[in-house]
């Protein structure tokens, strides 16, 4: 949470030499890899905000228009100014909201979340793309269904985006935008919202940030395989953090949690790690000893299971901010 502070002095810097800016930036191209071999398509100021779109999880955009192939085409590159291997890229998501009035989904269940004997119905080839409608007046989500007993059902909406992810390394050629790890990526977690800071890791000169992917509603593990895909209106600011220890997975703050992600093949590992990771934050941050931290992790720690559906699974370890108002920081 100093990062935030770090932050602070980044924009009192800002107001010394120009006001920030608002851009308005409209995809032509969209990418399917988290590369940093793709030509950046815009260099953003650290402060301005930029104010964008995305398509959704098939290719389609806001009018129903293909534009992409299908697989979470991103919207992206952006070259961020200033940043560099071994910073902390700090994004901040100012709006987050839907621009069209239905989403798609599947009728079935991923493998890790059912027993497979108990899914036939509904898997593979067996498992139905169903629409939704989305009512930004009423603030609900309804499927269009034929089922006679979803008739009255509905959903809160809560738009979040999927992929919040940086290029990366080298060493990962080039994962495909279904995948989420140490650069960020499809993380599909509902607190990548409006108001959230992601925390992510630069591995290459200017960060190359990748944004997709957007949901309108989901629930813990987007075990049908989609949540209720849809395209988005978003914009962001984005901040560097240097002279910090560089983070080992992504990190999310709000005004309500800090959160430190995690993705490993099994859920037992992810779990460490994401564990570590919030261990690392709290010591960093209050300079507590191990002995400590077990007090305040073991009374307070929440974890959630944002997705099943990638190829590796995830590990969200949360505390809310609430409990640590006793504790000191320190610079």
């Excluded at 905000?49 to 299908?70: L, M, Q």
């Excluded at 599909?188 to 190359?208: M, N, Q």
Aim: aromatic share 10%; hydrophobic share 40%.
């Amino acid at each position: 949470m100093k990062y935030l502070v770090t932050i602070l002095f980044s924009i009192v810097g800002l107001f010394a030499f120009g006001q920030p800016k608002s851009i308005d930036f409209m995809p032509t191209v969209y990418y399917n890899n988290f590369s940093h071999k793709f030509p950046s398509v815009l260099t953003v100021q650290q402060g301005d905000t930029i104010r964008s779109e995305s398509a959704d999880a098939g290719g389609f955009d806001k009018n129903g228009v293909r534009v992409a192939k299908r697989g979470n085409p991103l919207t992206g590159p952006f070259f961020i100014d200033g940043a560099s291997p071994g910073d902390i890229l700090a994004i901040t998501l100012t709006t987050v909201s839907l621009n069209r009035d239905y989403a798609t989904t599947v009728e079935g269940f991923v493998k890790r979340s059912f027993p497979m004997e108990a899914m036939k119905e509904v898997y593979g080839r067996n498992a139905k793309l169903v629409k939704w409608t989305l009512d930004k007046k009423s603030g609900y989500a309804r499927p269009q269904s034929v089922h006679e007993h979803l008739e009255n059902f509905k959903v809160p909406l809560s738009p979040f985006m999927g992929c919040v992810g940086v290029a990366a390394p080298a060493k990962s050629k080039e994962p495909l935008t279904y995948f989420a790890d140490e650069y960020g990526g499809n993380m599909d977690f509902y607190k990548v919202t409006k108001g959230a800071t992601i925390y992510l890791p630069v591995f290459h000169e200017g960060a190359l940030l990748y944004i997709g992917d957007a949901h309108a509603a989901q629930g813990d593990g987007e075990i049908n395989g989609d949540a209720l895909e849809t395209s988005m209106d978003f914009a962001f600011v984005a901040r560097v953090i240097k002279g910090e220890p560089q983070i080992k997975f992504p990190r999310i703050e709000d005004s309500e949690h800090i959160i430190a992600m995690a993705m490993d093949k099994t859920l037992e590992q992810a779990l460490k790690k994401a564990t570590l990771g919030l261990v690392e934050w709290l010591q960093k941050d209050y300079k507590l000893s191990l002995k400590e931290v077990t007090q305040v992790i073991g009374t307070s720690i929440e974890y959630r299971i944002p997705t099943l559906a990638g190829p590796k699974l995830e590990i969200a370890a949360m505390i809310k901010k609430k409990n640590l108002i006793g504790l000191r920081k320190q610079d």
